[in-house]
């Protein structure tokens, strides 16, 4: 019925409907009652009301307790190294970043996204045909998307960050915390940056993406906040970031990438740190069995709901439908690759923080994600070493090719 009902409505009615459609698809996907209670008013503002693109500013009610402690203990020595680390490794967006570099998206030889990124030849399936210089445009609107979704999610980060260093109970967590907002800001900043003055394209935020960062900014409870922002959308950052580093032949974003993936790591280590002694140490099987629910629903909506939709609606309305899309960008080798730089990093994290347990390994197994469970958790991965790891696989690329 739905599928007769859209064969004869017009391509822009036709493309809200299934815009609709793919809301309810995401909620549906998730089954568990209590995960699907915490997400559901989220998604209504994301997916149906579609906050993030109505063009005002945001405001999202936060209410978590601010947690103070007047006799400054000295209480997480593994915190207060990654403190004092993070600030002798602290740079500059303005002055350490070659900005003079000329970047020239249209230019295959150091494009944003390299031209097999998308495998755009598969496009052909659908039958559309697109010039060498369509090719090269399409590459850079989803480069530009790319980088836009890093920069709204970056400032999700940003009033992430401040809220977690509020309410955290240890003081060396709220010392590092600093370090992070500072750090978040200039990530910020250097992506704004990079996308104005040098993309010349900014994309409204993913509904996807606003949903995730709707959901951490209204929960009251820091640790499902720390787990969304430190662990899960860290993971998907850090999975992008090393991606577009290994992937991309433009020098000055590579360079970006490499800064910010260096901060990153630290990041995700103090959410290691933090959540591991909490979730070992405070929280009941009850309510760690309901964290370790929601982060493996998370999980699977992270790999399956950034499908640059925004692209599809510039480019493809009435020429493919959005379910070819979806498929299109899904399997694009690109996207294959993000999802593996994703989840390796993402599953040992939540191994190490006690979220991957034999009850809830079966779920990973059946959506192919437990072949990650024994790689290196961010405790045990500086950012040197982050880097080094895609500098190999990037040289091990090279010399297969
Ligand atoms: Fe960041
Ligand atoms: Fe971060």
């Known amino acids: 019925m739905f599928e007769r009902l859209l064969g004869i409505v017009p391509p822009h009615v036709k493309n809200q409907l299934g815009a609709y459609a793919e809301a309810w698809s995401v909620l549906s996907e998730v089954k568990d009652p209590r995960v699907l209670a915490s997400l559901g008013p989220s998604a209504i503002r994301g997916l149906i009301l579609r906050r993030g693109k109505n063009g005002t500013p945001t405001r999202m009610k936060a209410s978590h307790a601010a947690h103070l402690d007047w006799s400054y203990p000295a209480d997480q020595p593994a915190m207060r190294a990654l403190y004092t680390k993070a600030k002798k490794l602290q740079w500059d967006a303005a002055r350490d970043v070659a900005w003079s570099t000329d970047v020239d998206p249209l230019d295959p030889s150091r494009a944003v996204l390299p031209a097999n990124f998308m495998g755009?030849?598969?496009?052909?399936?659908?039958?559309?045909?697109?010039?060498?210089?369509?090719?090269?445009?399409?590459?850079?609107?989803?480069?530009?998307?790319?980088?836009?979704?890093?920069?709204?999610g970056e400032q999700g980060a940003l009033l992430a960050a401040a809220q977690v260093t509020e309410a955290v109970q240890f003081f060396d967590g709220k010392l590092y915390g600093a370090t992070q907002v500072m750090d978040e800001g200039r990530h910020v900043e250097v992506f704004h940056r990079y996308i104005t003055e040098k993309l010349g394209k900014l994309y409204p935020i993913n509904d996807n993406l606003f949903v995730i960062i709707d959901g951490l900014m209204t929960d009251s409870r820091w640790d499902r906040k720390f787990l969304g922002m430190q662990i899960m959308i860290e993971g998907l950052a850090l999975g992008a970031f090393g991606t577009l580093y290994k992937q991309t032949?433009?020098?000055?974003?590579?360079?970006?990438?490499?800064?910010?993936?260096?901060?990153?790591?630290?990041?995700?280590?103090?959410?290691?740190?933090?959540?591991?002694?909490?979730?070992?140490?405070?929280?009941?099987?009850?309510?760690?069995?309901?964290?370790?629910?929601?982060?493996?629903?998370?999980?699977?909506?992270?790999?399956?709901?950034?499908?640059?939709?925004?692209?599809?609606?510039?480019?493809?309305?009435?020429?493919?439908?959005?379910?070819?899309?979806?498929?299109?960008?899904?399997?694009?080798?690109?996207?294959?690759?993000?999802?593996?730089?994703?989840?390796?990093?993402?599953?040992?994290?939540?191994?190490?923080?006690?979220?991957?347990?034999?009850?809830?390994?079966?779920?990973?197994?059946?959506?192919?994600?437990?072949?990650?469970?024994?790689?290196?958790?961010?405790?045990?991965?500086?950012?040197?070493?982050?880097?080094?790891?895609?500098?190999?696989?990037?040289?091990?690329a090279a010399a297969a090719e």
């Not at 197994?365 to 950012?383: F, H, I, K, N, P």
């Open 120 to 152: 755009v030849e598969r496009l052909r399936d659908h039958g559309i045909r697109l010039t060498p210089k369509e090719e090269l445009a399409l590459a850079h609107c989803l480069g530009a998307w790319m980088m836009s979704q890093f920069l709204h």
């Open 249 to 396: 032949n433009e020098p000055l974003l590579r360079d970006i990438l490499r800064r910010v993936i260096q901060d990153e790591a630290r990041h995700v280590h103090y959410g290691v740190l933090a959540l591991r002694t909490h979730i070992r140490d405070e929280l009941d099987e009850r309510e760690r069995r309901e964290r370790e629910d929601w982060a493996f629903e998370v999980a699977v909506l992270m790999r399956d709901r950034f499908m640059a939709f925004e692209v599809y609606d510039e480019w493809f309305v009435g020429r493919m439908s959005r379910a070819a899309w979806r498929t299109f960008i899904s399997e694009s080798p690109g996207m294959v690759n993000f999802r593996q730089v994703m989840f390796s990093r993402l599953v040992p994290n939540l191994r190490e923080i006690g979220l991957l347990t034999p009850r809830i390994m079966p779920a990973y197994d059946r959506v192919g994600l437990l072949r990650y469970m024994r790689g290196r958790s961010a405790d045990q991965l500086t950012g040197d070493g982050m880097i080094a790891e895609l500098d190999g696989e990037t040289a091990v």
